[in-house]
């Protein structure tokens, strides 16, 4: 059996770190010669410069992109005895932060074009809620693979009924709706940095952002055992502090991210042409958006006999998400859908597929993918 002459991994770490080599291990000899290491200078300043890139007044850092999720609905005094309504087309994180706080999770389905909430079902539940759930006191639309949600319309109508929006940017740094970057629409955006993010650490690590400095005030003490004060808890809180040296990496890889972005949409470019005309369906893109493609998502019904073609010519692909999460078995059977019971969502999750795509892929790596992808067209 010949062996493919290119091997194109569907995401590699060890690139990203080589490719800004100097410039991390410069960081994290900084931290190490500091000797402080949890909610420093290189914290602060992080914070500072993500709120500056993000157009925010204020940016916390987190251990995580979950925490940073849950330290949102806290600060917004979102938890038993209310309703969050998102998606069942995410990373199940999305679903676990709603459960983290008390409150109940609202799934909807997805518009099937962008896999991104659909407005309707949302505008419809806040109409006329499901019986039998607590009132719904906060959204959380995910902006899915780099995509931005359509949220004008539903911003619109939370409003209107007095709900919070918190926008699921985890997989969105960057990405922009009608010029405006996303996580600068709703009260406040949660964003991962977990190592395959478009801008990640290496390690686990998140952050927020909002213009509402009291909300950020809150939260900076609710992510340290309520402390505003050292060793004095003015309010009950939680240990999820961004450490120094994710910190560090983070402010080296930032000033980097928008040219990562370019390079993802130049390489997106380049499948959309190789599938135009084909059986296999590209990414749709609304006019009206700046896609950053954390994920290249393709949808065919012969999904499995499609990947196996990609792997026997060395090109590798994932699939996010195998499983939406009402059908996963923490949460089969007791997590309530809204009218539309999910079923978009659910074909989505038989179809979709996800493509080689981070700043680093060679040319001929590119040119690779799109000489298999051209064949599957014809």
């Known amino acids: 059996m010949d062996v493919p002459s290119i091997t194109v991994p569907q995401a590699d770490l060890g690139a990203a770190y080589r490719a800004q080599q100097p410039a991390i291990d410069a960081a994290v000899g900084r931290v190490l010669a500091s000797g402080w290491y949890i909610l420093g200078g290189e914290c602060a300043a992080f914070e500072r410069e993500y709120a500056a890139w993000n157009r925010q007044k204020r940016a916390v850092g987190c251990a995580n992109g979950t925490d940073a999720l849950m330290l949102i609905l806290r600060g917004l005094g979102i938890g038993p005895g209310m309703t969050v309504a998102t998606v069942s087309h995410t990373a199940v994180a999305t679903v676990a932060a709603i459960e983290m706080v008390g409150a109940t999770p609202l799934l909807l389905d997805i518009d099937p074009d962008t896999y991104t909430m659909d407005p309707d079902e949302l505008l419809a539940v806040l109409d006329d809620p499901p019986p039998g759930l607590p009132p719904i006191r906060a959204v959380i639309p995910v902006h899915l693979y780099g995509h931005p949600c359509d949220l004008l319309p539903m911003l619109a109508a939370c409003r209107a009924a007095g709900v919070a929006v918190i926008e699921d940017c985890a997989q969105a740094h960057g990405a922009r709706l009608d010029g405006t970057m996303v996580g600068c629409f709703g009260d406040a955006a949660a964003y991962s940095l977990y190592p395959t993010k478009n801008l990640g650490a290496l390690g686990d690590a998140g952050v927020l952002t909002t213009d509402d400095e009291a909300l950020a005030d809150r939260i900076a003490a609710i992510r340290q055992y309520g402390w505003k004060r050292r060793y004095l808890s003015d309010s009950v809180g939680v240990n999820s502090r961004l450490d120094e040296m994710q910190a560090a990496i983070l402010r080296a890889r930032l000033p980097l991210l928008d040219a990562g972005n370019a390079r993802r949409r130049e390489i997106a470019a380049a499948y959309d042409a190789a599938l135009a005309g084909g059986p296999i369906a590209a990414?749709?893109?609304?006019?009206?958006?700046?896609?950053?493609?954390?994920?290249?998502?393709?949808?065919?019904?012969?999904?499995?006999?499609?990947?196996?073609?990609?792997?026997?010519?060395?090109?590798?692909?994932?699939?996010?998400?195998?499983?939406?999460?009402?059908?996963?078995?923490?949460?089969?059977?007791?997590?309530?859908?809204?009218?539309?019971?999910?079923?978009?969502?659910?074909?989505?999750?038989?179809?979709?597929?996800?493509?080689?795509?981070?700043?680093?892929?060679?040319?001929?790596?590119?040119?690779?993918?799109?000489?298999?992808?051209?064949?599957?067209?014809?």
């Open 283 to 378: 990414p749709v893109r609304r006019p009206n958006v700046e896609h950053v493609y954390h994920q290249y998502v393709v949808r065919s019904a012969a999904r499995e006999e499609l990947a196996v073609r990609l792997r026997a010519q060395g090109i590798a692909t994932a699939i996010h998400y195998p499983a939406a999460v009402h059908q996963q078995e923490a949460y089969l059977g007791r997590v309530p859908l809204g009218p539309a019971a999910c079923a978009e969502t659910e074909l989505a999750t038989r179809e979709v597929l996800s493509l080689p795509i981070f700043p680093e892929l060679t040319d001929a790596q590119v040119e690779a993918v799109c000489a298999a992808l051209r064949a599957e067209a014809r």
